[in-house]
């Protein structure tokens, strides 16, 4: 165990540099660095791990506190979409969510004039906590998609490290969105990913919110699955539901009748959440670094199953082949023997 917390720790170690590399964080774009975590947590376990396992697809533990099983990757490039960040190595989901933005991506283009997805963040290989950026994205069913319409050219992998973030919020005025980048195809492309059945919510910026119950002209049924959340101002994060029969996937409260352009958004909007801790109020105890023991007991025996025999065996179909983006960045293959953690 020992030794197997040890090459744990000096993966996370490379992925660390890796990705504050190519990150280019904007402000508010809730992709700030954490610390690097300890050996034996969960983040540094899961976030070691590069392969995903054999077999079925399924979910264990709520969105923000369980593992995955079964993953498949999104190819890192379609003809209507791209992956970004490919050194993180978190383009792993249930078979669902890749579908699902491999759908919206040629929607999109065909019918909403948005020329193709970067598609950012989905799962780790086996889901569980990511040492930065995330507190969800542990079951396969959250995926980030960049406000920045796809370019006309395929980016090598390098390009995908270093494009910066473009947020939709104007410089010098609070919780503003900046017209000269906001386009009506942002609006589109939000109510076309909101108008599927299995989407269950989507998480924007109480700016881009405020945004499209001030403008949206459109059928408005979906427009409550958009969600208020600080950060999401150059991304935004689609999440699905349980898929039926999915058993140990722990379903989220449903969202709320009506447009979502009520009250509700308004304490977004407004000083309460930015207000000052009264006097003599304790500041909020840190909590402590989440371990492997503290997720579902499912997801030790996740950890511990045996791989696939490369990150292209288990990419959403493709059969051989894969661009130069996905070859430089691919992972080592090989299978992994059980309750081992393969190195970088």
């Known amino acids: 165990m020992a030794s197997l917390l040890a090459r744990a720790f000096r993966t996370i170690g490379k992925l660390s540099l890796a990705t504050t590399i190519g990150m280019g964080l904007v402000a508010g774009d809730a992709l700030a660095q954490q610390a690097t975590p300890s050996p034996g947590s969960a983040k540094a376990v ?100 960049w406000l920045t319409p796809m370019p006309r050219h395929r980016m090598t992998a390098e390009e995908r490290e270093a494009l910066p973030f473009t947020t939709m919020l104007a410089k010098d005025k609070f919780l503003t969105i900046n017209d000269k980048v906001w386009t009506p195809a942002h609006a589109r492309l939000l109510m076309r990913a909101a108008s599927y ?29 958009l969600r208020p959340e600080y950060g999401h101002d150059s991304h935004f994060h689609i999440r699905l539901s349980c898929p039926a029969g999915s058993v140990g996937c722990t379903p989220q409260a449903p969202v709320a009748a009506g447009d979502g352009c009520d009250k509700t958004l308004a304490w977004w909007l407004g000083p309460e959440p930015w207000a000052k801790p009264k006097p003599g109020t304790k500041p909020p105890v840190k909590p402590r670094e989440v371990m492997v023991s503290d997720l579902p007991k499912t997801c030790q025996a996740v950890l511990a199953a045996p791989s696939v025999s490369s990150a292209r065996a288990a990419t959403f179909g493709v059969k051989g082949g894969g661009s130069a983006a996905e070859t430089d960045a691919m992972p080592a293959s090989g299978n992994t023997p059980p309750g081992q953690i393969p190195q970088q």
């Open 46 to 145: 899961f976030g070691a791990v590069t392969l995903p396992t054999q077999g079925a697809p399924q979910s264990i533990g709520f969105y923000a506190k369980g593992c995955l099983a079964g993953a498949v990757a999104l190819p890192a490039d379609g003809p209507t979409w791209q992956a970004m960040r490919l050194s993180r190595n978190r383009r792993w989901g249930r078979p669902e969510m890749i579908g699902l933005l491999e759908r919206l991506s040629r929607d999109a283009a065909r019918n909403d004039g948005w020329p193709g997805l970067l598609v950012g963040d989905i799962s780790q290989p086996r889901g569980g906590p990511m040492f930065n950026g995330h507190a969800s994205h542990q079951i396969g069913l959250d995926a980030d998609v």
């Open 197 to 225: 059945p299995e989407v269950e919510r989507i998480f924007v910026n109480p700016a881009i919110k405020k945004k499209m119950c001030d403008t949206w002209t459109g059928d408005r049924t979906n427009l409550g699955k």
